[in-house]
């Protein structure tokens, strides 16, 4: 049976009555103890009874799990490089309630951990242990209050607070990176046209959603210390990549300045699509070194990929085995006469066998294609007995650009003995022959002329952190820019800011 007792306890501090409960049994005819739980002092009985009943109610309280490694340690981050009071100082709001920077870096660390929609905010970071760092923000923390702060920063501001973060990067934390990697993307949006918008134009998107209007932006980061951005551009979705590129030289041109570095130690990776001789000849003028690659098109190109391949040279060997050789000259092109810069021509063995397959499921898509036209439609309708319209259906539909239509040739002509025509095809070996010699080849154009011939391919291939870093921010999962609920050009370049940031 259980019952509640009282028990007398002497300490070295004096004589004391304690409330008890116990359970006593019987056993051999005699009454014992089976258990005794101590409640209280006698004389504290009413003090500690919110507790008591908290330890003998039916429905104990439930467990509350909060977020907290990876959010303190990139709270952590946040206080180390002064972010809070960087936005601060870089935005002009009065001294009331919580400030920019606040926000900002809640923000930041949401977009890092999770992809929360604004309207969310509040509900995440109620589970999160950073209410202990901010303690009233929570009721604070509504869509309406964020877009407000949103608004306090614009294009000049977000550059001001890259600027000072990279600086305090570099001068207090030790990163040394004197090469950098450049590169533009775009985001598809659903903005329609929208009289406070201009940045969301069309253009050709790089996730194939051509009936989209999308949202331009390009990254700067390094080359070492795990590619850290050091500058972005939004920009509209309409400007080509050589015009962009063009206009923001100077933008870097600054910011590597205010990091304190010498531009002729700078090196300056980016790809082919940026090129023009104006972008070139603002590099020269600057003395900024450059690691790029050339159009296999152009004309300078022809001559370099018609060199044999007995005539490169082995630059490594991958772990599968494959090799990468290079062939190494120079030219005049863009600078003109008296700079000699680097050209090299790339052999990838890897990316040859991959571009040989792609072409080989691509001709064998189309034969599926010219078979199925034959026994389908084929002298079915009036426009499918007449030669023209089969040749500009093939030529639209099926054969759709001139690798094809060099590789696979197609003759029409009438069956023997009736009025019903005939469709053959057979594969040009010369034709693909000539195709694949250009394959898994690239061309490197480099100012870095001292450089060997390995470290600048090396250089040019770490082109692909920066579109490692366009991977993370066009996934549905953390640091994402998808999905972006935001209109007005304001809020675009902030809520991009707010990616890079994270």
């Keep these: 049976m259980v019952f509640v007792f009282e028990k007398n306890v ?60 990876l959010v303190y340690g990139l709270f952590s981050i946040s206080k180390e490089i002064d972010l809070i009071e960087i936005i601060n100082r870089c935005t002009s709001k009065r001294k009331q309630g919580f400030s ?34 901010f303690p009233d923000i929570s009721e604070s923390l509504t869509t309406q209050n964020i877009l407000n702060q949103m608004e306090y920063l614009d294009e000049e501001i977000i550059r001001c607070i890259e600027e000072k973060i990279c600086k305090k990067l570099f001068s207090e934390f030790g990163l040394k990176s004197d090469c950098f990697l450049f590169d533009p993307t775009n985001f598809f949006t659903y903005i329609r046209e929208y009289k406070k918008n201009t940045i969301a134009q069309r253009g050709r998107n790089k996730r194939k959603r051509n009936d989209l209007r999308q949202v331009s932006m390009s990254l700067l980061v390094t080359r070492d210390e795990c590619n850290v951005p050091v500058m972005h551009e939004t920009y509209e979705g ?20 205010a990091i304190g570095l010498e531009l ?58 494959r090799k990468v050789f290079g062939y190494r000259t120079t030219t005049t092109v863009y600078l003109g006469k008296g700079k000699q810069n680097t050209l090299i021509a790339t052999f990838d063995e890897d990316t040859f066998a991959l571009q040989e397959y792609n072409l080989d499921e691509s001709i064998a898509k189309t034969i599926l294609k010219l078979d199925e036209f034959i026994k389908v439609q084929l002298n079915t309708k009036p426009q499918w007995k007449d030669p023209k319209s089969i040749v500009t259906k093939i030529e639209r539909d099926i054969l759709k650009n001139k690798k094809l239509r060099a590789i696979i040739v197609v003759s029409i002509g009438k069956k ?43 250089t040019y291939r770490a082109q692909i952190d920066v579109e490692r870093q366009f991977k993370d921010l066009n996934k549905r999962d953390r640091i994402s820019v998808m999905p972006m609920y935001v209109w007005t050009d304001q809020m675009i370049r902030v809520h991009l800011f707010i990616s890079v940031l994270a």
Aim: net charge positive; aromatic share 10%.
């Design 100 to 133: 920019v920077g606040e926000y900002i870096t809640l923000l930041s660390i949401n977009r890092a951990v999770a992809l929360n929609s604004k309207s969310q905010v509040q509900k995440w970071f109620d589970k999160t242990a950073l209410s202990r760092q």
């Design 416 to 458: 023997t003995n009736s009025s019903e025509l005939e469709l053959t095809w057979k594969i040009d070996d010369t034709a693909r022959e000539e195709y694949l010699k250009d394959l898994g080849k690239s061309i490197i154009f480099s100012s870095r002329n001292k450089w060997s011939t390995l470290e600048i391919v090396k």
């Design 10 to 69: 002497r300490t070295k501090y004096g004589k004391y009555t304690y409330i008890c409960l116990g359970h006593n049994a019987y056993e051999n005819g005699k009454s014992k103890r089976v258990w005794e739980v101590t409640i209280a002092r006698k004389d504290k009985i009413n003090e500690k009874l919110p507790e008591i009943k908290r330890r003998f109610s039916k429905d104990p309280p439930k467990p509350q799990q909060f977020e907290f490694g």
């Design 264 to 321: 002729p130690e700078i090196t300056l990776v980016f790809d082919k699509g940026n090129n023009s001789k104006d972008a070139y000849k603002f590099l020269d003028s600057k003395n900024i070194h450059f690691v790029s690659s050339i159009r296999p098109s152009m004309n300078i190109s022809k001559p370099l990929l018609d060199v044999p391949l007995s005539e490169y040279e082995e630059l490594w060997t991958k772990k599968n085995g």
């Design 238 to 257: 309409n400007v080509p990549d050589a015009s962009h590129f063009k206009q923001v030289l100077i933008l870097m041109e600054r910011r590597f300045k």
